[in-house]
């Protein structure tokens, strides 16, 4: 999924919390309870929304850029661990990048 959304494709894929987390509105998700009609359809709505598709296609590097920077992303283990040996509670991901912004 990163590197579709790095190249700046429209993504569908199963509906799972973990994908969902990592695409968020920058593609389209299909219900895993019912994956080969869920995916037919997401497909079908893919192809008949040019629209759709490059609104998606839009967010997507931008998705890659604001949540899964590496440095970012070390920084945020880094500090992960700091709160835990010090015994301070952790942020999400999202409120350590929230964070991050406003101490900038």
């Known amino acids: 999924l990163l590197d579709q959304l790095g ?3 429209c993504v ?3 509906g799972s919390a973990a994908n969902a987390e990592v695409i968020s509105d920058a593609g389209i998700l299909y219900d895993p309870a019912s994956p080969v009609d ?3 359809v997401a497909l079908a709505r893919a192809a ?3 629209g ?4 998606k296609r839009s967010l ?3 998705r890659i850029d604001k949540f899964f920077n590496w440095e970012w992303i070390t920084d ?3 500090e992960m661990f700091r709160r835990l040996h010090a015994g301070r509670a952790v ?3 999202d409120g350590y990048l929230a964070e991050r912004k406003q101490s900038r």
């Not at 759709?52 to 609104?55: I, P, Q």
Request: no cysteine; charged share 20%; glycine share 20%.
């Open 60 to 62: 997507a590097t931008g």
């Open 91 to 93: 942020p999400d991901y």
């Open 52 to 55: 759709l598709v490059n609104g």
């Open 48 to 50: 008949g929304d040019a």
């Open 76 to 78: 945020f283990h880094e």
């Open 38 to 40: 869920g995916l037919r």
């Open 12 to 14: 569908i894929a199963r």
């Open 7 to 9: 190249f700046g494709n």
